[in-house]
């Protein structure tokens, strides 16, 4: 994938901040305004797909900070709202990401917030340049920039700079993070891979939210990761801090592709080859990717 160019007069750094600060807004919005009596509002593309209330509420509230401080961007969201610009820059958000871990109380979901440029609805003509992943109830905020580096920030407010350090050196000894699609076919293809995936890595991991899947990896706290299904705004912050923490990311063509909703995967270097030459060859096998 060629690298795309930041528009003049653009700081990666300043697209960062604006990240994390309305990321951490809307999480504040979604933890302190969740409703007693929360339920699904809405299904989208299966009856396991929800929205609640709080999925839009989040969204509006991010684009109506973007409205005032980066009026000239263009938005994309996964809920509804959006709209066009005319600076070269858009921002691709996830106002809840885990959803039914949201629903559930279980406290595994982030707001996702990243700066992009190229066409994030293109797969491979677009990348992230800044982005922020907050989990609002422990507190931790994840964020980077391009070719700045990435940081974590800790509930007690703790910088910790990410960087690749201790990795797996096989695939056997690869702890592996993971989601699942909403769609019952794709599950079951799914399930098809995983199958002959387990007996071969260390064990696999399953939180419920592709961004802090992607934070996680850059943390150390797995080693690699696959998901089939992901959206722009499911992956692009996470991508970005994934990458500046020195972790590969791809997509169905293996090293070097862009990631797909078809297949993203991401590996600590030293693993990376091995992991994304295995979980390409049983996506064709059991998708056809």
């Known amino acids: 994938m060629s690298a795309l160019v930041v528009p003049a007069g653009v700081d990666v750094r300043d697209l960062e901040a604006i990240a994390v600060d309305i990321a951490t807004s809307a999480g504040r919005l979604v933890v302190d305004d969740r409703p007693r ?10 009856v396991t797909d929800i929205v609640t209330v709080m999925d839009q509420r989040s969204q509006d509230h991010l684009l109506a900070r973007l409205d005032t401080l980066r ?8 809920e509804k709202g959006g709209r066009a610009g005319t600076s070269g820059i858009t921002w691709v958000v996830d106002p809840i990401d885990g959803t039914v871990n949201y629903l559930y109380d279980l406290p595994a979901y982030a707001v996702s917030v990243a700066a992009v440029v190229g066409d994030p609805s293109v797969p491979g003509a677009w990348q992230p340049i800044a982005g922020a992943v907050v989990n609002p109830v422990s507190g931790e905020t994840f964020r980077a920039a391009l070719r700045r580096g990435a940081l974590r920030r800790s509930g007690a407010g703790v910088d910790r700079r990410l ?11 690869t702890l592996v993070a993971t989601g699942f699609s909403y769609a019952a076919s794709t599950r079951a293809e799914q399930a098809g ?6 007996p071969e890595v260390r064990d696999i991991r399953r939180i419920g939210s ?22 722009p705004w499911d992956l692009a912050a996470g991508w970005l801090v994934v990458t500046e923490a020195g972790c590969l990311v791809g997509g169905p063509g293996g090293l070097g592709s862009a990631p797909t909703a078809g297949l993203t995967w991401a590996a600590q ?5 091995e992991f994304a030459a295995r979980v390409t060859t049983l996506a064709r096998r059991h998708h056809g990717s």
């Open 37 to 46: 009596d929360l339920g699904v509002a809405a299904t989208k593309s299966s």
């Open 71 to 78: 009026p000239m961007d263009a938005v994309m969201g996964e």
């Open 193 to 198: 891979l995983l199958v002959e995936l387990l």
């Open 269 to 273: 270097p030293a693993i990376a080859q």
């Open 163 to 173: 960087e690749v350090g201790r990795t797996a050196s096989t695939l056997a000894d």
């Open 210 to 231: 592709a961004a802090l899947d992607l934070c996680r990896l850059a943390a150390g706290e797995v080693d690699a990761y696959y998901e089939r299904g992901l959206n």
